[in-house]
């Protein structure tokens, strides 16, 4: 069963490469067409040039045969060959049985569907963060919570509000314990981007205004999910205690959905 798998996955590998390399002109990467070419495809020895990789190699490869090939020589094919991220994935898992490792990207509009999602919760708060923590986007019950139409847009970053306004900070119940949490939980996300200029600016700009944000951040703790219960001290209410989580709703954007749920009976005047 095991070896039908693998024969099965090595003819895919095969067809995959194939299919590819005959879609692509000669121009499409920087050659002359000839006049002595019979397809309009590349042929194998110009993608093993163009990649670096010797052509017996990479004809193996193509013909699905029982190889190891490295990162860098995959890397390279999916360069000449022109895969987005999907089909580069998706030819690593082919010839390595396990994908390499994607760049995160920071993701600002809201799909429509999850709108509906949103709306459709209307009496628990929830809110819609991207891989930096910008919030883009909440239900009415989120934003009796968090205020986020007052602030301004480029303020609308959880990471930002929590660590930066005290009126919002000072309002949550416990706070220096859950602050730890927090920072550990957003910096699982940034070890996805740590290059992405945006992320690199969120982390500097704290630093330079908070000095509970840096001290934390220096102790580069990774450890635990940031879910559980988080208490609030509300206007006119009192303590009201939320159980709190995240939910993926797009993993290739990196789109979470947070969600609060009032536990029942815990208002404290």
Known sequence: MLDNRLDRKRTELADFLRRRRESLSP?????????????SGLRREEVAALAGVGLT?????????????????LDSVSRVLKLDEIERRHLFLLAHQRPPAVAGE???EL??????????LTHRPAYVL???WDVIGWNTAAENLFQFEQRDVSERNMLWMLFSDDRLNSRIVEWSAQAPQVLASFRRDFAQAPEDDGMIALVEAL???SPSFQSLWN???VHGRCEGRRSFMIDDVGRVTFDHSSFIVDEEKHLRLVFYAMVTGNVVK
């Open 27 to 39: 121009l499409d990467v920087g050659l002359p067409l000839g006049k002595r070419r019979r397809t």
């Open 130 to 132: 991207n891989l930096r």
């Open 219 to 221: 102790q580069h703790d």
């Open 57 to 73: 190699w990479y004809t193996w490869l193509e013909q699905g045969r029982v190889i190891t090939v490295s990162t860098e020589f």
């Open 207 to 209: 630093e330079q205004i």
């Open 111 to 120: 799909p429509p569907l999850v709108r509906v999602l949103l709306d459709d």
């Open 106 to 108: 920071t993701w600002c």
